[in-house]
């Protein structure tokens, strides 16, 4: 990433602090953060995940978050996505949001609140300093071809990189799965069936620098996410923080790792014995910063049973949160499920 781009192909709105989509009501958040140093961040190797279950058992219970090594993916391919992400997103604004008109990848700016068909949920009074490319990847096969005769190659080029990286994360997502739900799965019917690969979702986002916005603007405020599964690869910028034990934790990037977190799916699938973790994004003050999140959820109406929860598919809680989004002003997410008593 370079340290610095066109300020013309931000967006215009990236300047107003503390969205409030995800504002949580429990907790306070203010308090200062800890840096995490590499040996303190659970650290799971990916060639021997399955003889490193209790490790990968306790990383989920007590943190909700590993960084996950050895991955198998060759560095050209991250190094050549991230490039060409970087370029895809220089573009002028105008020009992102006609980019891949005609196919399921769309353009999002200041917030992760999307609906089903990858667009902003609704225009944000306040901002998150951030914009996005969604790109649901059962549906890009099927346009592949759709630019290759167009002036500028560069989509294609782009589409084509972002296909092959999905495959990856979409074998790195099933394994992992496995492995965490495999307790579970002794307890829980049908646990296993829950993981639906078709849903996964890749996100490629920008952040600018703080220096070219208000310096009290977040790139992304605290929040969940709502999949079983989420996969980070972010680049050397840092602004990664996670909070656990009343403290927020700063995660400093490592070359060729990636961050996996849970999902609230996978709190609710487990009765609550993982935690589908609180974070958020801390903008540089000097350079821009490029990160690319998997996300895979359950099928939309495979009903969810818990005990911790009332029985709920996947599409009743996007439609809560989306709802809740609207109405309140902020996502709720589980404790709209929670069995009373």
Known sequence: MS???????????????????YHD????????????????????????????????????????????????????????????SKQVFDHSLESKQKL?????????????????????????????????????????????????????????????????YGDHQSRLAETIYKAITERQCEALEDCSSYLALPTGVLRVYRYPAVSQINESSWGMDAHTDSSLISILNEDLVGGLQFYRLGHWFHVRPIPNTFIVNLGDMMQAISDDEYKSVKHRVRLNKLKERLSIGYFVFPDDNTLIHSQAYKPFSYSDFRTQVQQDITTVGYKVGLPRFRRSG
């Open 25 to 84: 009501h429990e907790e306070d958040l203010s308090i200062d953060e800890v840096v995490i140093d590499s040996e303190t961040l659970p650290v799971i190797d990916f060639g021997c995940i399955n003889e490193e279950k209790e490790k990968l058992h306790e990383a989920c219970a007590e943190w909700g978050v590993f960084r996950l090594v050895n991955h198998g993916i060759p560095t050209s391919l991250l190094n050549q996505l991230h490039e060409t």
């Open 100 to 164: 891949f008109s005609g196919s399921p990848i769309t353009y999002f700016r200041g917030t992760p609140a999307l609906n089903s068909k990858g667009m902003a949920l609704q225009e944000p009074q306040n901002v998150d300093c951030m914009e996005g490319f969604n790109v649901p990847l059962s549906q890009l096969p099927c346009h592949t071809h759709a630019d290759e005769d167009g002036d500028d190659p560069l989509p294609t080029s782009f589409r084509y990189l972002i296909q092959e």
């Open 3 to 21: 340290d610095s781009c066109s300020f013309e192909s931000y967006p215009p709105r990236f300047q107003l602090p503390n969205s409030p989509l």
